[in-house]
């Protein structure tokens, strides 16, 4: 499947990736942690998903939390890259689906603690495809002459909706922020976002989800059944369509682009598992080279995948300015999206501690 949500042939300023940061909570649990507790194992783990630890909030702390550090980062990344003016965004966007309440969103508080002012702030709810929708959300408003900067965050807290006793959920996920600033410039700029390509498909809702909380649940009488209060995954299925949809959309979208699929310098695809990672590498003919693995370190941060591997990537050098960069996600919804870019000469450091 690829997306169908495409961007015209742009006249007016393009959207400049010109700021990034990240931020992780302090404490990262280990394979052999969660196999103290858990039927699994460092061996399984790291030899079916790739991944090594991830980090998780501390009780009392939210994902606003670790909005806000990561925020702050791409702000300053942001002023050191391309002055003070670059910091003075007036759009915020945050990609979550763990956000602080049900209602308001979470970005109007983000705004605030920030001192962002009375910026319009807005929740973006497209689970691990989230920053790729929040950032063709931004981008397409400032192409639109809407806004002149925006901060573009992806934020989740996934330890608050896991299932204590389900290790194949508790193996994946970790809690985290990444977040981009954008400015508006012109299409030919290193940092421009040259093209969106998004997509849904609602048939696959059960695939991931957390049954009860919402209206659906809230409007039947009697309380949830405990196991509805968790988040499920059927697992298989979901990585069977993640690589062809991540596959499908970033071939599209590079097609478009007209880069050939498997001439990017850089994928940084959302991460959820390196053999998902090498099947889309596969797919699109890309070397392992060309792809960005960071889930070894923070397991998959949802929302917040893509703009911590990019920070990460950008701090270790791997990213270098004028490489082409693809971005896709995939997630539930289903949901899935890529954007392309060649990436600009940024100052960044490494994730927050929160
Ligand atoms: N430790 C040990 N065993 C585990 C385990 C763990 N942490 N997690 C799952 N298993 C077990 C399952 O219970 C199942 O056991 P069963 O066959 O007795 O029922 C078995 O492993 C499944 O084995 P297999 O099919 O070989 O696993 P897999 O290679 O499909 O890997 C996932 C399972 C969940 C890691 C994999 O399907 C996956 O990554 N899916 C995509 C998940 C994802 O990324 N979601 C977010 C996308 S946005």
Redesign the pocket.
Known sequence: MSGNATRPEPTGPAAVLCGLGGALPARAVSNDE?AAQ????DA??RS??GIGQRHVIAPGQATSDLAVEAGARALASARDTAGPAAAEVDLLVLATSTPDRPCPATAPVVAQRLGLGTVPAFDVAA??TGFVYALATAGSLIEAGVARRALVIGADTFSTILDPAD??T???FGDGAGAVVLRAGTRDEPGALLGYDLGSDGQGVDL?TVRAGGSRQRSEPGPPPEADRWFT?R??S??RE?VLSMSDSARALAERTGWDPAGPDKLVA?Q??V??LRAVGDQLGLDEKQIVVHLDRVG?T?AASIPLALTDAAGEGALQPGHRVLLTG???GLTWGSAALVWPDVVTGPPGTV
């Open positions: 969660l858990l039927d699994t194992s399984w783990i079916r998903t689970v691990c290790r194949t508790r193996a994946l991931i995954m697992g298989s979901v990585f993640a959302h959820a598992n053999r998902i998959n949802v995939f997630g539930g």
